[in-house]
């Protein structure tokens, strides 16, 4: 599988290599936004290839501390394994530069993003939780618990790298902190690009958080 997608990788190459004599401009870089897709290691090159899409990229490390790379390195970019990526960027000729990273696993396949009906997911272990807000709810899932925890849905209030939610329903509080800072799960071999601090009724949680 992974030769196969090297393959295709260097096959873009030769439409691409031959535009670069034309006078043309290159476009303006595009504003930075999640870009969905797998990402492998060759040689001291990382590319890029979009989900469902046939172009590739040359990754760039832009982020501060070189957060990127290292979250990357944490699934096994530097061992030549194959990742699925969610990466921050802005695409400059056929230079994806990253500047934060959303999610990364080993071995994942092409997401959907989540659209209008999911802004954000959360998940943590020890007790296991996922946590999903987007459309008009946000819904708690608790292991051993059998029914899911809604709260009605507000925009989370987000301050440079630090995002807040906190709501009532009822008895059932919530509060919500998510970080951006690596947040490895080793269980999941995936590494998120926020970590995640969740109360409920009065109960601290911890685990990480990925934008959908």
Known sequence: MKKHFLLLLASCLLPLSSLADEPEAPPPPSAPKLAYGLLVKQGDKILFAPCRDRSYALVEDVSPDKAVTRGLQQVGLDQGQKLYV???????????????????????????????????????????????????????????????????????????????????????????RFERKLCQDPAAEAVFGWTAQLKHNGQTLQGCAWQR
């Open 86 to 176: 969610e990466l921050v960027g802005s695409v400059e000729g056929i230079a994806l530069k990253a500047s934060a990273l959303n999610l990364a696993r080993t071995n994942g396949r092409c997401q959907q993003p989540g659209g209008a009906e999911e802004s954000w997911r959360a998940a943590g272990q020890m007790p296991g939780w996922l946590l999903a807000a987007g459309g008009d709810r946000v819904t708690l899932k608790r292991e051993g618990q059998n029914e899911d925890r809604i709260w009605p849905h507000q925009e989370f209030q987000r301050d440079g790298d630090h995002v807040h939610f906190a709501a009532q329903a009822g008895n059932e509080q919530i509060e919500l």
